[in-house]
């Protein structure tokens, strides 16, 4: 009795095990063969990428600040793996069900599938037709499933017991006629590789397909009318390790709600200017290159920045004057807001007169001498000097509706964020290192500094808690930009030390030194760290 009830539970665990395995194996193929039906529809078609930027839709505040000042940039790679992992999860237990009742375990693939619809159907720009590699993919998968499920185990009924049959006999259950332990074993490694197989041929094809990057490559930008002034030669603080005063491309930071960043051909960009306007126009992209463009150094900052933090970048923009985007459409009395939006559904609402004044905020197309990356927003985004990106920044802009901040509010400030977003006046030590060990003597200490729009007139350091002293700043390249500081700390002991900065903007008026985070318009602080003299 002993060793029957110890077999019974082995054979229980191993159904379990399989069934999980199973129903994996099943999503793989369902996730699989809709990813290479997508490619010939779009992004939005995909599953995946619509579950996952419906889940960034609804993150609550308190997670997305969660994942990004533990993530950085690497959020949206962490939702991914977050995602696969939650899904093989569900299979699992989808698959475990179907081993007591195949209807049962369809039917939660089924109603997972529902799901995935309504994320792919209420996504910016998707149409019923963008249904169609889900529903190819849950047939795939539901057939998976079967496949890998042996039939019911179920008693004989009474009335087919033989007469000279045993009770004990009777009771026993009829022999798995389902596949072998070797050959589910052998089904399942067939269906994974043929899963992994064409899950890459979709992802292949879907970037073969799509030939924007070559486009980009091949796209001559054209000479602005007004250049951007020559940097000073004494814009880089002479301190080694501080932050390049233009960042390259590559190294920008990226903040987006694009879980898989859109990919435009300009040939087929558009922007529609609407609203409180009185002449409503749409504009391609020819056109816009063919205005008269200006060029200007900007620094971009997130909102999500903390006290310190590195989400801040300055480029060479390139890309035509939103003033005079504006003075086209002629906003009417009244208007108070333009809401722009992105090709994904993003939107920003960034105060009007911001727009109409002489900052040079911009349509913009390219970005350090080339034409924007991909992930910067190609072909055009906004570019808005001193406030932050989440009310300013929108990439693959296709929409600029003038409005009022009374009718209408941009995606974060839906959601809990401020209207206007400007820049705070913010300073950060950059060189040595937190935590970090630099040898006794002569240390050097540098960093940046930003008040946009109005410029950076002091920085001051502290150390040990001693009194501030004056950092020698680098040269301004404009009040749009940040500004490189340094400070060399002569005969430094060793020990552990302290440092502290703090910036002073054009006006004379100190940042602020009370720390709060960055929800709901910005961090503040007066940022420090701790280093090691050795």
């Known amino acids: 009795m002993g060793k029957q009830s110890t077999a019974t539970r082995q054979q229980n665990r191993r159904a379990i095990l399989d069934g999980a395995l199973a129903g994996v194996i099943s999503a793989g193929v369902l996730f699989a063969v809709a990813q290479l039906v997508a490619a010939f529809f779009g992004p939005v078609a995909s599953p995946l990428t619509s579950v996952g930027s419906t889940f960034i839709d609804f993150t609550p505040k308190w997670m997305k600040n969660f994942a990004i000042a533990t993530f950085g940039t690497n959020d949206k790679m962490v939702l991914l793996i977050s995602m696969t992992i939650a899904a093989a999860l569900l299979a699992a237990a989808a698959g475990v069900v179907a081993r007591k009742s195949l209807k049962a375990g369809s039917a939660m693939v089924l109603g997972f599938a529902v799901v995935m619809a309504l994320c792919i159907i209420t996504r910016a720009g998707a149409s019923i037709f963008d249904l169609v590699p889900l529903l190819l993919g849950t047939a795939a998968g539901l057939w998976a499933l079967r496949y890998l499920t042996p039939p019911s185990k179920v008693k004989p009924h009474p009335a087919d017991t033989p007469v000279n049959t045993s009770p004990a006999a009777a009771a026993q259950p009829v022999p798995d006629t389902g596949p072998s332990r070797r050959s589910f074993i052998l089904r399942s490694a067939a269906l994974a590789g043929i899963a992994v197989v064409v899950g890459i041929g979709g992802t292949v094809l879907a970037t073969t397909r799509n030939a924007v990057n070559t486009v980009r490559e091949a796209l001559k930008l054209p000479t602005p009318k007004t250049k951007a002034a020559a940097l000073p030669a004494g814009v880089q603080a002479p301190v080694e390790g501080v932050t390049p005063f233009v960042t390259p491309n590559a190294d920008f930071y990226r903040i987006d709600t694009a879980l898989i960043v859109p990919e435009i051909d300009p040939s087929s960009w558009k922007l529609r200017v609407h609203g409180m306007v009185e002449e409503e126009f749409t504009m391609d992209f020819d056109e816009l290159l063919a205005s008269e463009l200006i060029e200007s150094y900007v620094t971009l900052t997130c909102v999500s920045n903390v006290v310190g933090g590195n989400l801040a970048g300055n480029a060479k923009w390139l890309g035509f004057p939103l003033r005079e985007v504006l003075a086209r459409a002629k906003p009417k ?93 913010a300073s950060r030590i950059e060189v040595p290192r937190a935590l970090g060990r630099v040898p006794a003597g002569k240390v050097s200490i540098g960093g940046s500094a930003w008040a946009q729009t109005k410029g950076i007139s002091k920085v001051e350091i502290q150390l040990d808690g001693g009194a501030w002293q004056v950092a020698q700043l680098a040269d301004e390249a404009s009040v749009d930009t940040w500004r490189q500081w340094s400070y060399i700390w002569d005969n430094a002991p060793a020990g552990t030390h302290k440092v502290r900065v703090r910036a002073y903007d054009a006006d004379g008026e100190l940042q602020i030194e009370q720390q709060a985070p960055p929800e709901p318009d910005g961090s503040t602080g007066w940022h420090s760290i701790t280093f090691n003299v050795t």
């Open 333 to 425: 009395d009244g208007a108070d807001m333009v809401l722009s939006t992105s090709i994904d559904g993003f939107s920003a609402s960034t105060p009007l007169p911001v727009l109409q004044d002489d900052r040079n905020a911009m349509l913009a197309v390219g970005m350090n001498g080339d034409p924007l990356p991909l992930d910067h927003g190609f072909p055009v985004r906004m570019v808005v000097p001193g406030l932050y990106g989440f009310v300013s920044a929108t990439k693959w802009v296709v929409d600029l509706e003038v409005t009022t901040f009374a009718e209408k509010a941009g995606y974060w400030t839906s959601r809990g964020w401020s209207s206007h977003g400007p820049i705070k006046t």
